[in-house]
Protein backbone atom coordinates (compact mmCIF):
# COMPACT_ATOMS: atom_id res chain seq x y z
CA UNK A 1 0.00 0.00 0.00
CA UNK A 2 1.20 3.44 -0.90
CA UNK A 3 1.44 5.97 1.81
CA UNK A 4 -0.09 8.75 0.25
CA UNK A 5 -3.80 7.63 -2.06
CA UNK A 6 -4.76 9.33 -4.84
CA UNK A 7 -7.06 8.83 -7.75
CA UNK A 8 -5.40 9.02 -11.34
CA UNK A 9 -8.56 9.86 -12.86
CA UNK A 10 -9.18 11.20 -15.47
CA UNK A 11 -12.03 13.62 -13.80
CA UNK A 12 -13.79 15.42 -16.81
CA UNK A 13 -16.31 17.91 -15.47
CA UNK A 14 -18.23 20.87 -17.44
CA UNK A 15 -16.71 24.66 -17.07
CA UNK A 16 -18.14 26.34 -14.63
CA UNK A 17 -18.45 23.17 -11.91
CA UNK A 18 -16.85 22.41 -8.72
CA UNK A 19 -13.17 20.32 -9.11
CA UNK A 20 -13.52 17.83 -6.23
CA UNK A 21 -10.20 16.13 -5.49
CA UNK A 22 -8.65 14.06 -2.63
CA UNK A 23 -5.72 12.29 -1.51
CA UNK A 24 -5.66 9.64 1.83
CA UNK A 25 -3.12 8.60 3.61
CA UNK A 26 -1.47 6.30 5.94
CA UNK A 27 1.64 8.01 8.56
CA UNK A 28 -0.31 10.35 10.95
CA UNK A 29 3.16 11.91 10.98
CA UNK A 30 2.75 14.02 8.34
CA UNK A 31 1.78 17.69 9.41
CA UNK A 32 1.98 19.81 6.06
CA UNK A 33 0.26 19.47 3.47
CA UNK A 34 0.56 20.94 -0.18
CA UNK A 35 -1.38 20.57 -3.58
CA UNK A 36 0.15 21.16 -6.71
CA UNK A 37 -0.84 21.55 -10.08
CA UNK A 38 1.26 20.48 -13.13
CA UNK A 39 0.35 21.09 -16.81
CA UNK A 40 2.05 18.46 -19.40
CA UNK A 41 5.64 18.90 -19.74
CA UNK A 42 5.77 21.39 -17.20
CA UNK A 43 7.07 21.15 -13.22
CA UNK A 44 4.18 21.31 -10.67
CA UNK A 45 2.61 24.74 -9.41
CA UNK A 46 2.22 25.32 -5.69
CA UNK A 47 -1.08 25.99 -5.24
CA UNK A 48 -2.35 25.71 -1.61
CA UNK A 49 -0.29 25.21 1.65
CA UNK A 50 -1.48 24.37 4.84
CA UNK A 51 -0.42 22.67 8.28
CA UNK A 52 -1.94 20.82 10.29
CA UNK A 53 -5.58 20.23 10.18
CA UNK A 54 -8.11 23.00 9.00
CA UNK A 55 -9.70 24.93 6.00
CA UNK A 56 -7.63 27.25 3.83
CA UNK A 57 -9.13 29.18 1.28
CA UNK A 58 -6.97 31.16 -1.79
CA UNK A 59 -9.72 32.34 -4.50
CA UNK A 60 -11.20 30.02 -6.26
CA UNK A 61 -9.01 27.00 -4.27
CA UNK A 62 -9.86 25.77 -0.90
CA UNK A 63 -8.08 23.33 0.72
CA UNK A 64 -9.06 20.80 3.72
CA UNK A 65 -7.42 18.41 5.78
CA UNK A 66 -8.57 15.96 8.87
CA UNK A 67 -6.14 14.50 10.25
CA UNK A 68 -8.08 12.39 12.28
CA UNK A 69 -9.27 10.73 8.76
CA UNK A 70 -5.92 11.27 7.17
CA UNK A 71 -8.00 12.51 4.46
CA UNK A 72 -7.26 15.98 2.49
CA UNK A 73 -9.18 17.55 -0.49
CA UNK A 74 -8.86 20.45 -2.84
CA UNK A 75 -12.01 22.21 -4.31
CA UNK A 76 -11.63 24.46 -7.28
CA UNK A 77 -14.91 26.61 -7.81
CA UNK A 78 -15.99 27.95 -11.32
CA UNK A 79 -13.31 25.31 -13.07
CA UNK A 80 -12.40 27.08 -16.37
CA UNK A 81 -10.81 25.06 -19.25
CA UNK A 82 -7.34 26.34 -18.02
CA UNK A 83 -7.95 24.40 -15.02
CA UNK A 84 -6.92 21.26 -17.24
CA UNK A 85 -4.12 19.73 -15.38
CA UNK A 86 -2.41 16.87 -13.16
CA UNK A 87 -2.99 18.00 -9.79
CA UNK A 88 -0.85 16.26 -6.97
CA UNK A 89 -0.72 16.35 -3.58
CA UNK A 90 2.24 16.00 -1.47
CA UNK A 91 3.32 16.05 2.51
CA UNK A 92 5.75 16.05 4.85
CA UNK A 93 6.75 15.83 8.10
CA UNK A 94 7.24 18.55 10.62
CA UNK A 95 10.92 18.30 10.18
CA UNK A 96 11.40 16.57 7.27
CA UNK A 97 12.53 18.02 3.91
CA UNK A 98 10.93 15.14 1.90
CA UNK A 99 8.18 15.44 0.27
CA UNK A 100 5.66 12.32 0.20
CA UNK A 101 3.66 12.77 -3.59
CA UNK A 102 0.34 11.02 -4.06
CA UNK A 103 -0.27 9.86 -7.47
CA UNK A 104 -1.85 12.70 -9.25
CA UNK A 105 -5.33 13.05 -10.68
CA UNK A 106 -5.62 14.24 -14.16
CA UNK A 107 -8.55 16.92 -14.49
CA UNK A 108 -9.94 17.90 -17.68
CA UNK A 109 -12.55 21.07 -18.06
CA UNK A 110 -14.25 21.17 -20.90
CA UNK A 111 -16.21 24.31 -22.36
CA UNK B 1 5.67 34.35 -6.24
CA UNK B 2 8.95 32.36 -5.70
CA UNK B 3 10.77 31.09 -8.91
CA UNK B 4 13.18 28.39 -9.59
CA UNK B 5 14.65 28.19 -13.01
CA UNK B 6 15.70 25.40 -14.79
CA UNK B 7 17.91 24.72 -17.86
CA UNK B 8 18.13 24.01 -20.73
CA UNK B 9 14.38 22.71 -20.62
CA UNK B 10 15.20 19.95 -23.72
CA UNK B 11 18.24 18.12 -24.85
CA UNK B 12 19.02 15.51 -26.87
CA UNK B 13 22.31 14.13 -26.79
CA UNK B 14 23.92 10.95 -28.22
CA UNK B 15 24.78 8.05 -25.83
CA UNK B 16 27.65 7.77 -23.53
CA UNK B 17 28.13 11.61 -23.45
CA UNK B 18 27.13 13.89 -20.06
CA UNK B 19 24.78 16.42 -19.65
CA UNK B 20 24.56 19.13 -17.20
CA UNK B 21 21.28 20.63 -15.91
CA UNK B 22 21.32 23.72 -13.63
CA UNK B 23 18.51 24.56 -11.14
CA UNK B 24 18.58 28.55 -9.81
CA UNK B 25 16.54 29.73 -7.34
CA UNK B 26 15.56 33.22 -8.48
CA UNK B 27 14.36 35.24 -6.10
CA UNK B 28 15.13 33.33 -2.13
CA UNK B 29 18.39 31.69 -1.21
CA UNK B 30 18.14 27.95 -0.63
CA UNK B 31 20.02 26.06 1.33
CA UNK B 32 18.11 22.78 0.47
CA UNK B 33 17.41 21.67 -3.34
CA UNK B 34 16.00 18.73 -4.48
CA UNK B 35 16.02 16.52 -7.75
CA UNK B 36 13.42 14.65 -9.12
CA UNK B 37 12.77 12.01 -11.89
CA UNK B 38 9.14 11.89 -13.93
CA UNK B 39 8.12 8.67 -16.01
CA UNK B 40 5.30 9.58 -18.45
CA UNK B 41 2.10 9.53 -16.89
CA UNK B 42 3.57 8.82 -13.25
CA UNK B 43 4.32 11.20 -10.27
CA UNK B 44 7.40 12.47 -8.71
CA UNK B 45 10.17 10.18 -7.68
CA UNK B 46 12.99 11.87 -5.66
CA UNK B 47 16.23 11.38 -6.66
CA UNK B 48 18.30 13.34 -4.55
CA UNK B 49 18.54 16.09 -1.77
CA UNK B 50 21.37 18.21 -2.35
CA UNK B 51 22.70 20.22 0.37
CA UNK B 52 24.22 23.74 0.02
CA UNK B 53 28.54 23.44 0.94
CA UNK B 54 27.92 19.37 1.30
CA UNK B 55 27.49 16.13 0.14
CA UNK B 56 24.15 15.37 -1.65
CA UNK B 57 21.91 12.37 0.20
CA UNK B 58 20.73 9.95 -2.36
CA UNK B 59 17.44 7.92 -2.08
CA UNK B 60 17.68 3.85 -2.42
CA UNK B 61 18.26 2.83 -5.59
CA UNK B 62 19.72 6.12 -7.34
CA UNK B 63 23.36 5.55 -8.52
CA UNK B 64 25.30 8.98 -7.22
CA UNK B 65 28.18 8.47 -9.85
CA UNK B 66 25.82 7.97 -12.47
CA UNK B 67 24.09 11.18 -11.00
CA UNK B 68 26.00 14.17 -10.23
CA UNK B 69 24.91 16.69 -7.96
CA UNK B 70 26.68 19.72 -6.76
CA UNK B 71 25.38 22.43 -4.83
CA UNK B 72 27.99 25.08 -4.79
CA UNK B 73 25.93 28.23 -3.52
CA UNK B 74 22.70 29.33 -2.32
CA UNK B 75 21.11 29.81 -5.60
CA UNK B 76 22.51 26.69 -7.98
CA UNK B 77 22.60 23.33 -7.89
CA UNK B 78 23.54 21.01 -10.83
CA UNK B 79 22.86 17.54 -11.95
CA UNK B 80 25.22 15.81 -14.01
CA UNK B 81 24.25 12.70 -16.11
CA UNK B 82 27.70 10.76 -16.78
CA UNK B 83 27.70 8.46 -19.38
CA UNK B 84 23.84 8.63 -20.16
CA UNK B 85 21.66 5.87 -21.81
CA UNK B 86 18.79 5.67 -23.86
CA UNK B 87 17.42 4.15 -20.37
CA UNK B 88 18.47 7.61 -18.52
CA UNK B 89 16.17 9.15 -20.78
CA UNK B 90 13.53 10.80 -18.37
CA UNK B 91 11.90 14.36 -17.04
CA UNK B 92 14.32 15.74 -14.87
CA UNK B 93 12.93 18.22 -12.21
CA UNK B 94 14.51 20.09 -9.40
CA UNK B 95 13.15 22.10 -6.72
CA UNK B 96 14.01 24.30 -3.86
CA UNK B 97 12.68 24.80 -0.25
CA UNK B 98 12.04 28.81 0.70
CA UNK B 99 13.23 28.83 3.95
CA UNK B 100 10.95 32.01 4.57
CA UNK B 101 8.10 31.10 3.18
CA UNK B 102 5.57 30.74 5.56
CA UNK B 103 4.39 28.40 6.99
CA UNK B 104 6.49 25.56 6.84
CA UNK B 105 9.00 26.24 3.51
CA UNK B 106 7.61 25.22 0.99
CA UNK B 107 8.82 23.71 -2.10
CA UNK B 108 9.00 25.35 -5.48
CA UNK B 109 9.35 23.56 -8.44
CA UNK B 110 11.56 24.50 -11.74
CA UNK B 111 10.01 23.65 -15.52
CA UNK B 112 11.85 20.18 -15.49
CA UNK B 113 14.56 19.33 -18.13
CA UNK B 114 13.44 16.53 -21.10
CA UNK B 115 16.35 14.74 -21.78
CA UNK B 116 16.25 12.23 -25.01
CA UNK B 117 19.79 9.80 -25.07
CA UNK B 118 19.88 8.40 -28.96
Known amino acids: QKEVEQDPGPLSVPEGAIVSLNCTYSNSAFQYFMWYRQYSRKGPELLMY????GNKEDGRFTAQVDKSSKYISLFIRDSQPSDSATYLCAMRWAAGNKLTFGGGTRVLVKP | GAVVSQHPSWVICKSGTSVKIECRSLDFQATTMFWYRQFPKQSLMLMATSNEGSKATYEQGVEKDKFLINHASLTLSTLTVTSAHPEDSSFYIC??????????????FGDGTRLSIL
Open chain 1, 50 to 53: TYSS
Open chain 2, 95 to 108: SARDPAGSGGQPQH
